[in-house]
């Protein structure tokens, strides 16, 4: 495994912010505290985040995405061409209203909570999306580095709001060819500096399959999508392959499926089996798929043919810790399907993929975590 021991232990990415932390990502918002005093204060945060995984016995880290404010929106500060928008801004400028609203009632959250980066002008590179996160971090840790980062498909259905770009774009494709430049660059750079593991994020896939390509969810303010999954499905995997063309084994990729991961009541998030889109994921051009199958909500374990799979253990949503013989017992039904140099054990998901709105705090996700340590150590006969 490209020196990590058998079972490797990682998290999908997000990590609990403090209440400093999150105090200061307001304060930057709004204007009120300089840029240097915010990272150092993410920095304090950020070097938490690594000797809690250090501690625990984590054997491929991140860095908490502690100072992103979500798994996507954070890109605003980094290209231009894109500025954050709430819900309620983006209800004033959509034609069709009435479906809109339709989707913001079904929301756990209020309108005005969640803001999307949202292509205003012609996107382009202005800082790194991830370079500087992973410098942190290898700083800091001589363990091998994750970094997670908006896929290609995500990036280009969030950020394309027909009303808000068309004069620029007019159609979501021809912004998917700047993004497509956009994550190429930053994939050369992160290669160059030695990143372990390099996780696109693209949880809007389950949507299609899910709800037909009819819903529009907040999940990603996913307001582009055609009438037909099938087209959608196969412009994803276009992406992907344009994205990393030329770049196999240079570094191991991955992507991250899950079904939203905004709200602790699941009953608010989308539900179905990865069978639907099994094709779809056996021909993304990655080493691994970073998969959720702690939650009912999955369905049955599935094989894909021969990648890795990123095993999802504990749900990051709920307060009971999975115990160590629960997370073995997956495991070993896994082992059926796949080698044991083929499965990383991982959370679902984040357990703060929206900042200012964590679907867990600190002391479980410690606990959850240990407990994936603890079981890989049982598995390897430690």
């Known amino acids: 495994m490209r020196g990590l021991p058998r079972f490797p232990v990682t998290m999908v990415g997000s990590w609990p912010r403090s209440r400093e932390l999150l105090r200061a990502q307001r304060q930057k918002r709004a204007g009120t505290l300089d840029p240097d005093a915010f990272e150092r204060i993410a920095d304090d945060a ?69 803001s999307n980066a949202t292509c205003v002008g012609k996107i382009a590179r202005e800082r790194p999306l991830a370079v500087d996160e992973l410098r942190f971090v290898k700083q800091h840790s001589d363990r091998p580095v994750k970094v997670p980062l908006p896929g290609p498909y995500l990036m280009t259905r969030a950020m394309w709001v027909k009303e808000a770009c068309r004069q620029v774009y007019p159609t979501k494709e021809s912004l998917g060819d700047d993004v497509v430049e956009v994550l190429r660059a930053e994939l050369r750079e992160l290669i160059a500096e030695g990143v372990a593991f390099v996780q696109f994020d693209e949880p809007v896939l389950t949507e299609l399959v899910f709800t037909q390509g009819q819903a529009r969810t ?5 307001l582009a999508a055609s009438a037909d999954p099938r087209d ?26 899950c079904r939203g991961n905004w709200s602790s009541d699941e009953s608010t998030l989308l539900r179905g089996s990865y069978h639907p889109l099994r094709a779809t994921l056996e ?31 504990v749900n990051p949503r709920t307060e009971r ?54 079981a890989s150590q049982q598995l390897r006969g430690v």
């Not at 605003?76 to 894109?82: I, P, Q, R």
């Not at 907040?218 to 996913?222: G, H, K, L, N, S």
């Not at 369905?299 to 894909?304: C, E, P, T």
């Not at 054990?345 to 603890?374: I, Q, W, Y």
């Open 321 to 374: 810790v999975e115990s160590v013989d629960e997370i073995v017992r997956t495991v070993r039904r896994a082992l059926e399907l796949y080698p044991a140099d083929r499965l990383f054990l991982n959370p679902d998901c984040g357990f703060a993929t929206f900042s200012n709105r964590p679907v867990n705090h600190d002391a479980v996700a410690r606990a959850k975590m240990r407990a994936l340590v603890e």
């Open 232 to 257: 959608e499905l196969e412009w994803a995997v276009s992406l992907h392959q344009r994205v990393l063309a030329g770049f196999e084994g240079e570094t191991r990729f991955g992507v991250h499926v």
């Open 218 to 222: 907040f999940m990603c303010a996913a």
């Open 46 to 114: 950020v070097r938490h985040v690594i000797e809690t995984q250090e501690q625990l016995g984590v054997d491929l880290v991140t860095d908490g995405e502690q100072r992103r404010d979500s798994f996507f929106s954070f890109v605003a500060e980094k290209l231009a061409g894109v500025r954050m928008m709430t819900l309620a801004e983006m209800l004033e400028i959509i034609e069709d209203k009435d479906s809109f609203e339709r989707i913001l009632q079904t929301l756990d959250v209020p309108a005005y909570a969640i």
């Open 283 to 313: 021909r993304l051009p990655v080493d691994q798929l970073v998969l959720e199958y702690a939650t009912e909500r999955a369905g049955d374990l599935l094989a894909f043919g021969a990648k890795e799979l990123g095993l999802g253990l």
